[in-house]
């Protein structure tokens, strides 16, 4: 938004007339936007606040510290008919909101919120908020009882613990988060929770081990796997049930499923690893699977095969009848995956896509003797990949490929004659293709 002809006050004086406007989002690039909205006086969020009667929808990204104070005073001049709040901060101190809050906002439906602290003192129930994307500050012993408290009617939690991505071993149950499960199974025991609860996602395995949901929930997103926690896979799925499970890969020997072990996408009543548990029908069908391939990585690791390989040892002896895989243009995805609902990563993978289409066209229009040196996917047999897949899981009837600079394709498998021989064939219709996939995935 800054340029070197910009003039911050002139936004100032735009947002404090727009009450009409219905959706505003702010980011913090520079020093002028700062300057702007943590003026001397402090009151300038107040002001904007008050005046956008008709807001619906406010996103405010990479929130600065120095704004903290001034953001968390003017939040209740919000008009109460809000439904999305969206608080992003690359920061870890939490910004202190009056917890007085959810009793103002009687019409939030999605709230985006990182490292409050819920417990000290509690807050007031958001009783609208259906989608709730929280970071739980690391030093607060984990609470599911703050949690359900707080937000009584969720539909979906996308948690992480702490900042995503750290530099420890993200499967590790850190020192303060000791005895929290235990907690948590008891205070569902007489049936409090969320009776309608029906998306999980959580950056790690570790994290919803540790929150210990054990409603049945429709899709379940568990972080990146790793064999050496395969047991914890396991348990947290068998306790939630899903039908729906999504996880990331990594071109790795450890993201490889241990030879002999019960699959992650097996059916929940079948599990002889977690015992105790009740029986419950149905079974895992449906498998999403973020393919992140580190650039490096050797070759054989990003092609068909290794890509085929690692996925398949997923694929055995499940009952999935459809699997979406998605190819990321990159790494930096993987911290912030399961922060996110997926449709707002498929679309970030098809940019790419587009944007080496159009990159490569630009350079044979300004000179047709130019060589363009492949994509690192470019290697990828799409037809292999898909065939290899289908033998690996017998059930399949339906694979999508989201692939970065290579597109979205959605293949339909016939195994009507016999199980183990398959008739693959491509939707050819893009729009069809697209549709299958949120049909598929009830998005």
């Given at each position: 938004?800054?340029?070197?002809?910009?003039?911050?006050?002139?936004?100032?004086?735009?947002?404090?007339?727009?009450?009409?406007?219905?959706?505003?989002?702010?980011?913090?690039?520079?020093?002028?936007i700062?300057?702007?909205?943590?003026?001397?006086?402090?009151?300038?969020?107040?002001?904007?606040?008050?005046?956008?009667?008709?807001?619906?929808?406010?996103?405010?990204?990479?929130?600065p510290?120095?704004?903290?104070?001034?953001?968390a005073?003017?939040?209740?001049?919000?008009?109460?008919?809000?439904?999305?709040?969206e608080?992003?901060?690359?920061?870890?101190?939490?910004?202190?909101?009056?917890?007085?809050?959810?009793?103002?906002?009687?019409?939030?439906?999605s709230?985006?919120?990182?490292?409050?602290?819920l417990?000290?003192?509690?807050?007031?129930?958001?009783?609208?908020?259906r989608?709730?994307f929280?970071?739980?500050?690391?030093?607060?012993?984990?609470?599911?009882?703050?949690?359900?408290?707080?937000?009584?009617?969720?539909?979906?939690?996308?948690?992480?613990?702490?900042?995503?991505?750290?530099?420890v071993?993200?499967?590790?149950?850190?020192?303060?988060?000791?005895?929290?499960?235990?907690?948590?199974?008891?205070?569902?025991?007489?049936?409090?929770?969320?009776?309608?609860?029906?998306?999980?996602?959580?950056?790690?395995?570790?994290?919803?081990?540790?929150?210990?949901?054990?409603?049945?929930?429709?899709?379940?997103?568990?972080?990146?796997?790793?064999?050496?926690?395969?047991?914890?896979?396991?348990?947290?799925?068998?306790?939630?049930?899903?039908?729906?499970?999504?996880?990331?890969?990594?071109?790795?020997?450890?993201?490889?499923?241990?030879?002999?072990?019960?699959?992650?996408?097996?059916?929940?009543?079948?599990?002889?690893?977690?015992?105790?548990?009740?029986?419950?029908?149905?079974?895992?069908?449906?498998?999403?699977?973020?393919?992140?391939?580190?650039?490096?990585?050797?070759?054989?690791?990003?092609?068909?095969?290794?890509?085929?390989?690692?996925?398949?040892?997923?694929?055995?002896?499940?009952?999935?009848?459809?699997?979406?895989?998605?190819?990321?243009?990159?790494?930096?995805?993987?911290?912030?995956?399961?922060?996110?609902?997926?449709?707002?990563?498929?679309?970030?993978?098809?940019?790419?896509?587009?944007?080496?289409?159009?990159?490569?066209?630009?350079?044979?229009?300004?000179?047709?003797?130019?060589?363009?040196?492949?994509?690192?996917f470019?290697?990828?047999?799409?037809?292999?990949?898909?065939?290899?897949?289908?033998?690996?899981?017998?059930?399949?009837?339906?694979?999508?490929?989201?692939?970065?600079?290579?597109?979205?394709?959605?293949?339909?498998?016939?195994?009507?004659?016999?199980?183990?021989?398959?008739?693959?064939?491509?939707?050819?219709?893009?729009?069809?293709?697209?549709?299958?996939?949120?049909?598929?995935e009830?998005?």
């Amino acid at each position: 938004m800054a340029s070197d002809n910009f003039d911050p006050s002139a936004l100032l004086q735009v947002l404090s007339r727009a009450t009409y406007l219905t959706e505003l989002r702010i980011h913090w690039p520079d020093k002028d936007i700062l300057n702007l909205f943590v003026p001397a006086g402090g009151t300038c969020f107040a002001a904007i606040f008050r005046e956008l009667r008709s807001l619906r929808r406010l996103q405010l990204g990479n929130v600065p510290p120095a704004a903290f104070k001034d953001l968390a005073a003017a939040v209740p001049n919000l008009t109460p008919h809000l439904r999305i709040l969206e608080i992003i901060s690359n920061h870890l101190e939490p910004i202190e909101f009056p917890h007085t809050l959810g009793a103002h906002l009687v019409h939030l439906s999605s709230l985006r919120i990182y490292y409050p602290d819920l417990t000290r003192p509690r807050w007031e129930p958001f009783r609208s908020v259906r989608h709730l994307f929280i970071l739980w500050p690391e030093s607060v012993p984990l609470s599911l009882h703050a949690l359900a408290s707080t937000f009584p009617s969720l539909r979906a939690l996308y948690f992480g613990l702490g900042r995503p991505g750290r530099h420890v071993d993200p499967h590790a149950i850190p020192p303060s988060q000791e005895g929290v499960r235990a907690a948590a199974l008891a205070f569902q025991a007489s049936g409090d929770g969320w009776p309608r609860l029906s998306v999980l996602s959580t950056t790690t395995a570790a994290e919803a081990w540790m929150l210990g949901v054990a409603c049945r929930v429709r899709a379940l997103r568990l972080g990146v796997y790793d064999a050496a926690r395969h047991a914890t896979f396991v348990d947290v799925i068998a306790r939630v049930r899903p039908t729906k499970v999504t996880i990331a890969l990594e071109g790795a020997a450890r993201c490889v499923q241990p030879q002999g072990a019960l699959s992650v996408f097996h059916s929940s009543a079948s599990s002889p690893e977690v015992v105790g548990h009740a029986a419950a029908n149905g079974a895992v069908t449906h498998a999403v699977v973020f393919m992140v391939v580190p650039s490096t990585q050797a070759e054989e690791a990003q092609g068909a095969p290794g890509i085929a390989e690692i996925i398949g040892s997923h694929l055995r002896h499940s009952r999935l009848s459809y699997l979406h895989v998605v190819v990321p243009p990159d790494e930096r995805l993987k911290g912030m995956i399961f922060m996110q609902d997926e449709r707002h990563i498929y679309p970030y993978a098809l940019r790419q896509h587009r944007q080496a289409q159009d990159q490569a066209q630009a350079v044979v229009d300004s000179d047709p003797s130019s060589h363009q040196e492949p994509s690192r996917f470019a290697d990828i047999d799409i037809p292999l990949l898909v065939s290899s897949l289908a033998t690996a899981g017998c059930r399949l009837r339906t694979i999508a490929l989201t692939i970065a600079e290579r597109g979205q394709s959605v293949w339909r498998i016939d195994r009507s004659v016999n199980r183990h021989a398959q008739m693959i064939s491509r939707i050819m219709d893009p729009v069809l293709a697209k549709a299958v996939i949120a049909e598929e995935e009830h998005m």
